[in-house]
């Protein structure tokens, strides 16, 4: 407010005065110390993380606590799982690849390759090539039929038909080769020490030649 030489009050109009307030702030020497345009990002993620967990924690039994113990909970349970299962890996087909990668090879020269893998740790490759051997063995003593193409589970299952004492021995020994070699797990000495006695037991396993003879080609 101003006054004229009649001394009567005039009112400085709202607009011009708020503008020049604004100028006057706008000035760098009022900024100097504000953060910059990461720093508000972060600090509005951080504000918005923190109404997130303040709301959920007002709606769970226990409060703060009972919420923290929840996630922990699904982190433990969701690390198990990935653990047990590995990263899935298929291939378009839908299944899993074929158990032999390369041209005929003998069941020993399959068991010599494991034997020199195991011997220096790499642990995934011993057991992919011990499995390789057990499958030649069975063909190599006509319990399996040679089939270019045949998983693992596949000669597992068809094995198990004619071997049955070791049937679920089989299957478990073809899903952890599935799981090693498509499924990104990591083998290790048990895995390899229970296959390499599997093959064992199996070349003094007797087959039931009924369910040999009987059963259908796969």
């Known amino acids: 407010m101003i006054r004229t030489s009649d001394d009567l009050p005039v009112d400085t109009p709202r607009s011009p005065a708020r503008e020049a307030a604004e100028r006057e702030l706008s000035r760098p020497m009022y900024h100097e110390?504000?953060?910059?345009?990461?720093?508000r990002a972060?600090?509005?993620?951080?504000?918005?993380?923190g109404d997130l967990f303040g709301s959920a924690a007002g709606a769970t039994p226990g409060g703060t606590l009972g919420l923290v113990v929840i996630l922990l909970f699904v982190v433990a349970l969701f690390a198990a799982l990935w653990w047990r299962l590995g990263t899935p890996r298929r291939l378009p087909g839908g299944g899993t690849g074929s158990l032999f990668t390369e041209g005929p090879r003998s069941a020993a020269g399959h068991r010599a390759d494991a034997e020199t893998h195991a011997?220096?740790?790499?642990?995934?490759?011993?057991v992919q090539e011990r499995m390789r051997a057990v499958v030649r063995a069975l063909e190599e003593r006509a319990l399996l039929d040679p089939r270019p193409g045949r998983t693992a589970v596949e000669a597992a299952t068809k094995a198990g038909r004619s071997l049955p004492g070791q049937a679920g021995r089989l299957r478990t020994a073809a899903?952890?080769?599935d799981d090693i070699t498509y499924g990104g797990r990591t083998a290790d000495h048990s895995t390899y020490l229970r296959l390499r006695e599997l093959d064992l037991d199996l070349e003094r396993t007797r087959p039931q030649l009924s369910?040999?003879?009987?059963?259908?080609a796969g």
């Open 33 to 39: 110390n504000d953060p910059n345009l990461l720093q």
């Open 42 to 49: 972060i600090n509005r993620f951080l504000q918005w993380v």
């Open 119 to 126: 011997a220096a740790g790499r642990w995934n490759q011993a």
């Open 175 to 177: 899903h952890e080769f």
């Open 211 to 216: 369910a040999t003879a009987g059963g259908p």
